[in-house]
Nanobody
């Protein structure tokens, strides 16, 4: 079992920045992949960014160049730095871990005002 706890969401004006964190209950060093997904009101959950165990990253097209996923293995934590935020980035952001199974955090709300 892997427990994930997100933090760092909030209300920000367009053009601003936020950094989300996802603390895992176990070492993330051996986890195959960790990532961030989001769900906007009335829409399905979509991929934002992922990072594989080897450090390779993948970003959704709408966030490329604005968001950066990173990790601190010693702190069992994955981050999502979000810059140049837009109202379309509004939604609940979920942390995801894929190892022996798939695990989700409870989500953190990000609201970007215009």
């Amino acid at each position: 079992q892997v427990q994930l706890v997100e933090a760092g969401g909030g209300l920000v004006q367009a053009g601003g920045s936020l950094r989300l964190s996802c603390a895992a209950s176990v070492s993330i060093f051996g986890i195959n992949a960790m990532g961030w997904y989001r769900q906007a009101p009335g829409k399905g959950r979509e991929l934002v960014a992922t990072m594989s165990r080897d450090g390779s990253t993948n970003y959704a097209e709408p966030v490329k160049g604005r968001f950066t996923i990173s990790r601190d293995n010693a702190k069992y934590t994955v981050y999502l730095q979000m810059n140049s935020l837009k109202p379309d980035d509004t939604g609940v952001y979920y942390c995801n871990a894929r190892t022996n199974g798939e695990y989700w955090g409870q989500g953190t709300q990000v609201t970007v005002s215009s």
